[in-house]
């Protein structure tokens, strides 16, 4: 698997139309689960309400799963850039959104098998590792591929709309 990040830093995402913000649909209240030592934006991510941990996805039809869009951080005056931003493990919580049908964003945190295969009509999946994995199956996917892009600042990317 290849991602699409790879060179440009850590993933990034634009909430092109999401509902989420405005109807309340947030996660912001659960910590990295033991385990995993950072997430980045642009990830879909798991949700245990119970025990308030996020965690990589594993599959299962019963997950809660949520896009990481949480707030940037500056950690370097010299070193600006949504590119340089990740949320590490006890440092803060982050904050996730869930997807609703129609909802459209754009990220960089994708994997596929062949990056130069990307195209639009594509689907994505939840991957167990965060990315979203890109490739021709519909069965299972929570997303499709609309465009072929680029971040603010350069970096390829995908817009997807919620299935």
Do not use: W
Not at 54 to 77: I, R
């Amino acid at each position: 698997m290849a991602n699409l990040n790879t060179g440009y830093g850590y993933g990034q995402v634009e909430l092109n139309k999401v509902a989420f913000r405005r109807d309340g649909r947030i996660e912001a209240q659960c910590r990295l689960a033991d385990g995993i030592e950072y997430i980045e934006n642009g990830m879909i991510l798991a949700i245990d309400p119970v025990n308030h941990v996020v965690k990589k996805p594993t599959g299962d039809s019963e997950e809660f799963l949520a896009l990481n869009y949480s707030a940037e951080h500056m950690y370097d005056a010299k070193d600006r850039g949504l590119k340089h931003f990740r949320v590490e493990k006890d440092s803060f919580y982050p904050r996730l959104g869930y997807l609703a049908k129609g909802d459209i964003f754009t990220t960089n945190a994708v994997t596929c098998e062949d990056i130069e295969a990307l195209a639009v009509g594509q689907y994505g999946h939840a991957d167990t590792s965060g990315y979203i994995k890109v490739n021709t199956t519909a069965a299972d996917a929570i997303v499709k591929v609309i465009e072929i892009t680029t971040m603010p600042d350069g970096a390829p990317a995908v817009k997807f709309i919620a299935l």
